[in-house]
């Protein structure tokens, strides 16, 4: 799994603008001010097409730190 499917999903079914995430490799979700209810829709969608769970703390997280955390649970 990629940043770039993260972003994906965060975009695709959490309705998150595109352009938040330009140049701010380095920034939190929250940073991005991508609220907890995107951050729940991105949990549901790991889980359900690569049963892989992600930490409640993901919001903290930065899109990499995110991809790095499934990866490990797969």
């Given at each position: 799994?990629?940043?770039?499917?993260?972003?994906?999903?965060?975009?695709?079914?959490?309705?998150?603008?595109?352009d938040?995430?330009?140049?701010?490799?380095?920034l939190?979700?929250?940073?991005?001010?991508?609220?907890?209810?995107?951050?729940?829709?991105?949990q549901?969608?790991?889980?359900?097409?690569?049963?892989?769970?992600?930490?409640?703390?993901?919001?903290?997280?930065?899109?990499?730190?995110?991809a790095?955390?499934?990866?490990?649970?797969?």
């Amino acid at each position: 799994m990629t940043s770039a499917t993260i972003r994906e999903i965060l975009v695709e079914r959490a309705g998150v603008d595109p352009d938040v995430f330009a140049g701010n490799e380095s920034l939190s979700l929250t940073e991005l001010q991508i609220d907890s209810l995107a951050v729940l829709e991105l949990q549901a969608v790991l889980v359900e097409r690569f049963g892989v769970e992600v930490p409640d703390e993901a919001v903290t997280m930065t899109v990499g730190e995110i991809a790095a955390v499934a990866n490990e649970g797969r």
